[in-house]
């Protein structure tokens, strides 16, 4: 009979884990799989128990992420619930009451082409200020980034039908900037249903392996390296169009327009390599991505004129103005790169290894 598999990705957990799939087991739900993420030996015990509940475990052998547990999370699903409609994805610190992945469960049983999410509320004062303002952050950049309003970003309680499974094991990020990614590409491939949850975080979350610096650096990977890439090509731009002009004929017009020209192709063909392999790690042929990208920039160099132009019957500084148009068309120039110039990269994983639940 098919049911909505549910799916913990869990590292080093507790006790909490277990009652999680202990209730699961009593609302009736027996697809549920756990990946353990490389925990050590001292949380075996859990893993049992779970176990014992009826959980089927996989293994990694070494910690890979959450990301990766996801995607390993997804395969095992595919292959051994093929008639499961999609599964939830929740978090095993016990953040999520059992009601509420139940009834995410049964929301992608009756729209199994959406992409669900369970979203929290972030106005109580039992909210820590790193959640409440980490979400408020990244909704602000999702809503820049795809141009749709999602109320939680952040959220692991997610039902992930089987028609996004493809997307979801192809999507760039083995770790927690991998839910972001993902969530970018999925509401762009299927419609978005937002319901909402109970707003739970035990012991202030400190049971969450969630690293504030280094792992918003990870969620935020895809503009940072676009930054990156910008500022250092228009470091290149200016640097060139200086040392060329110390060896061209000085206050000639014709030797600042060489200065620039060749300048701009350098840090062009420059940014473009940062981007295909670095920055959106495309797997679209150079060839092809290389046209779309001459396309954009000729499309923005357009633009930058014209509204500069307009721009400075309004302000006195054209350098003001300059600044204003390219801060705007970079924010532009990104949504098109990572839309349309680039594609993604699929990642690959360590070994793995299952235990099946026993019934009880």
């Not at 060489?258 to 062009?268: D, E, G």
């Not at 797997?283 to 920039?297: D, G, N, P, Q, T």
């Amino acid at each position: 009979m098919a049911e909505t598999t549910i799916l913990i990705p869990a590292y080093q957990p507790n006790k909490h884990m277990v009652d999680l799939v202990k209730e699961l087991a009593g609302l009736g739900m027996s697809h549920i799989l756990i990946v353990d993420d490389g925990s050590d030996e001292s949380t075996h015990a859990y893993f049992f128990q779970a176990e014992m509940y009826g959980a089927t475990i996989l293994h990694h052998d070494r910690n890979l992420g959450k990301g990766a547990a996801i995607k390993t999370g997804i395969r095992a699903a595919k292959a051994m619930y093929p008639s499961d409609p999609g599964v939830v994805t929740a978090d095993a610190d016990g953040q999520h009451l059992p009601s509420d992945i139940q009834r995410i469960a049964l929301a992608i049983e009756h729209h199994p082409d959406h992409l669900i999410l369970g979203v929290r509320r972030f106005s109580g004062e039992e909210v820590p200020w790193k959640s409440r303002y980490g979400n408020r952050i990244t909704a602000a950049f999702f809503r820049l980034s795809t141009g749709m309003k999602v109320s939680d970003t952040q959220t692991g309680l997610r039902g992930i039908p089987r028609s996004l499974y493809d997307l979801a094991l192809s999507t760039e990020g083995d770790r927690y900037e991998y839910e972001m990614h993902f969530l970018e590409d999925a509401v762009k491939a299927a419609p978005l249903f937002q319901l909402s949850i109970s707003t739970v975080y035990e012991d202030n979350n400190r049971g969450s392996h969630f690293r504030p610096v280094r792992d918003s650096i990870r969620v935020y990977s895809r503009p940072l390296r676009f930054v990156t890439s910008s500022l250092s090509c228009s470091v290149l731009d200016l640097l060139l169009f200086w040392i060329l002009l110390q060896f061209l004929p000085p206050e000639s017009a014709a030797a600042i327009t060489v200065a620039t020209v060749v300048a701009r192709i350098a840090s062009s063909v420059l940014n473009f390599t940062l981007n295909q392999f670095w920055c959106f790690k495309s797997r679209e042929k150079v060839a092809r991505s290389s046209i779309r990208y001459i396309i954009l920039m000729l499309i923005q160099m357009s633009m930058s004129a014209g509204l500069v132009t307009l721009l400075t019957t309004i302000l006195p500084a054209a350098v003001a103005a300059k600044i204003i148009v390219d801060v705007i068309l970079s924010v532009f120039s990104y949504y098109v790169q990572k839309h349309w110039v680039f594609k993604r990269k699929e990642t690959s994983h360590g070994s793995i290894h299952q235990t099946a639940g026993a019934a009880i």
